[in-house]
């Protein structure tokens, strides 16, 4: 029912046959970064982006600040009561989110679609059949940011999700703002690093996303109050537009984002829209090719009804 009720809605999802404006997107969310937080951070690889890049003064997270529904509703560009992932932990049997993902869309066109993550949690989003790659290796940034670089170097045209951990996990065991807080962003900094370092030696036009599934206060998030919901969101690339702008974005924008900068109209079910910031530097010098590459080889790692992040230990 759920497979079939996927199929449906992805008919109306199609490409844009004219222009791509980028090969490759990559999201990289910070887990509990506050805006505030990764300003005030060493963090010279970010600030080094959002200095060059188009950065959000107002992005939100959805009203359940925390990270499985939030990070649901970033990839799939819905509300939480749309894709129902409402709970915040690892349960194995109760399945996926209700609503395909930007990954499971690009995915069924033939673009490339893979998750690194440091949560085991995630897994809910990873939809059966819209991933070349799930990778679970480790919580730490730096294991995460390997084997994603490791990927990047040589994948084709598509959407790759990277997720670091240690900002939320400073902030629950030491205090959000705080000087823990603050080194686990940095940490975190140096793992973007070295994705970026494999972004560098690629040849085509790539668009990263950098932003977080929410903030917090105090030792906690998940609340309405505006450091859990206000959120850091900056696009950077060779055709965003360069500056801070003042138009709201919501985390739900960063699927619809994505898919258009891969030349996809989001389909009408996803409520959240491109950010035009990122997508409206000018035309392109190079036509683009007219159509994604053709799908890859079957997933060296399809992912299954039981995770192979399954037994890994719980982060919080
Ligand atoms: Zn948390």
């Not at 480790?138 to 040589?154: I, K």
Request: hydrophobic share 40%.
């Amino acid at each position: 029912m759920l497979l079939a009720a996927i199929a449906m809605q992805v008919t109306s999802v199609v490409a844009a046959p004219a222009e791509r404006p980028y090969d490759h997107v990559v999201v990289v969310s910070f887990d509990g970064m506050r805006p505030d937080g990764m300003m005030a951070a060493d963090a010279p690889n970010l600030h080094r982006l959002r200095s060059e890049g188009a950065w959000a003064t107002h992005a939100e997270t959805v009203g359940d600040s925390s990270t499985l529904p939030s990070h649901s509703s970033m990839l799939a560009g819905v509300e939480v009561r749309e894709h129902a992932m409402s709970f915040d932990d690892f349960h194995p049997e109760r399945g996926f989110l209700r609503t395909p993902t930007a990954l499971y869309h690009l995915h069924d066109l033939g673009f490339s679609a893979a998750m690194f993550v440091a949560k085991p949690k995630l897994r809910h989003i990873a939809l059966p059949g819209s991933l070349d790659r799930w990778s679970l290796p480790h919580w730490s940034c730096e294991r995460v940011a390997a084997a994603a670089a490791e990927y990047l170097a040589s994948a084709p045209a598509g959407l790759t999700f990277i997720h670091f951990e240690e900002p939320d996990d400073a902030g629950h065991r030491f205090r959000w703002m705080g000087d823990r807080y603050l080194q686990a962003i940095g940490r975190s900094d140096v793992c973007f690093g070295t994705v970026l370092g494999a972004l560098a030696r690629r040849s085509d036009r790539v668009l990263v996303i950098v932003t977080a599934d929410h903030g917090g206060h105090g030792r906690r998030h998940g609340t309405h109050a505006p450091e859990d919901l206000h959120i850091p969101w900056l696009a950077w690339g060779p055709g965003v537009q360069r500056g801070d702008f003042d138009a709201p974005v919501r985390t739900t924008d960063t699927a619809a984002t994505a898919m258009a900068a891969l030349g996809v109209t989001p389909p009408p079910r996803m409520t959240g829209r491109p950010v035009a910031q990122a997508l409206s530097a000018g035309p392109r010098t190079a036509p683009p090719e007219a159509s994604p590459t053709a799908p890859s080889a079957p997933p060296a790692q399809p992912p299954g009804s039981t995770p192979p992040g399954a037994a890994a230990a719980a982060r919080p």
